[in-house]
């Protein structure tokens, strides 16, 4: 019902000539891959040159961030429009982002809507921090963000959302969380959705889990009925992004 959905986030990795040499080394695998969402997240810097490596290919791509203003003086910042002429997607409320440039559940939703008003899809990123997991405040931190960032959302841009779960914890650790864990959350996600835009849109918004996913842990969170794919870091720089997607496809 749902098509699973695997993206690559390659953070700050890549000059142009780097992101081409590994577009062209991964993208026939990737491509052999059916059935999935395939998607990757180059930075800025290097959007123009995977999109015309990428052109005609089921290949898609993101930015990996995105202010809401439209244009003017915001030194430094990349708008909707400019998003769009490249990306159909935008991730959006990275944990890095609100870690060390300040995002919060306000700003995120700012970006949110952005999104939404210039038809861009946003994957929006949720997950608690390791303390937070300690101290049992996992769901009401998840729920705390994604009613933040979903706020205003209408009913008939809700379906094409796509939601990343990623405990920060997990990513670039090594310590991915458990499938059954990892399923637990992404329950109560989509019951959250359910409660915002019903059971037939949250029914076809794909979740997504994040937090060192490699090709040898991807079919564990796969076989979980509510997770619809991953938000990859570390492995999308590598063949190992082509092993996830494959796992996907299964
Ligand atoms: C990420 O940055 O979104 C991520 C999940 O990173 P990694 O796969 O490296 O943990």
């Known amino acids: 019902m749902r098509t699973p959905f695997v993206a690559g986030n390659w953070k700050m990795n890549k000059t142009v000539a780097e992101a081409r040499e590994l577009v062209s080394i991964m993208?026939?695998?990737?491509?052999?891959?059916?059935?999935?969402?395939?998607?990757?997240?180059?930075?800025?810097?290097?959007?123009?040159?995977?999109?015309?490596?990428?052109?005609?290919?089921?290949?898609?791509?993101?930015?990996?961030?995105?202010?809401?203003?439209e244009k003017g003086a915001f030194t430094g910042e990349v708008a909707p429009a400019m998003v769009k002429e490249f990306c159909k997607y935008v991730i959006l409320g990275h944990s890095e982002r609100r870690q060390y440039f300040g995002e919060t559940d306000q700003t995120v939703n700012k970006r949110v809507l952005a999104a939404q008003k210039n038809g861009i899809i946003p994957i929006v990123c949720v997950g608690e921090t390791l303390d937070e997991n300690k101290a049992g405040q996992t769901a009401e931190v998840v729920r705390r963000q994604t009613l933040g960032a979903l706020q205003g959302v209408e009913a008939d841009f809700a379906p094409s959302l796509v939601i990343a779960y990623e405990p920060v914890w997990a990513i670039g650790t090594g310590l991915a969380s458990s499938g059954?864990?990892?399923?637990?959350?992404?329950?109560?996600?989509?019951?959250?959705?359910?409660?915002?835009?019903?059971?037939?849109?949250?029914?076809?918004?794909?979740i997504l889990y994040g937090g060192s996913v490699t090709g040898a842990n991807a079919a564990e969170f796969f076989s979980q009925p509510d997770i619809d794919g991953a938000l990859v870091g570390g492995a999308s720089l590598k063949d190992d992004f082509i092993a996830i997607a494959e796992a996907a496809s299964k």
């Open 27 to 69: 993208g026939v695998g990737l491509k052999a891959v059916k059935g999935v969402e395939k998607v990757i997240c180059p930075p800025f810097t290097s959007l123009l040159a995977v999109a015309n490596l990428l052109g005609g290919t089921d290949i898609g791509l993101g930015a990996q961030n995105m202010h809401w203003e």
């Open 180 to 206: 059954e864990n990892a399923q637990l959350v992404h329950g109560q996600i989509r019951a959250l959705l359910a409660e915002l835009f019903g059971q037939a849109a949250a029914d076809k918004i794909r």
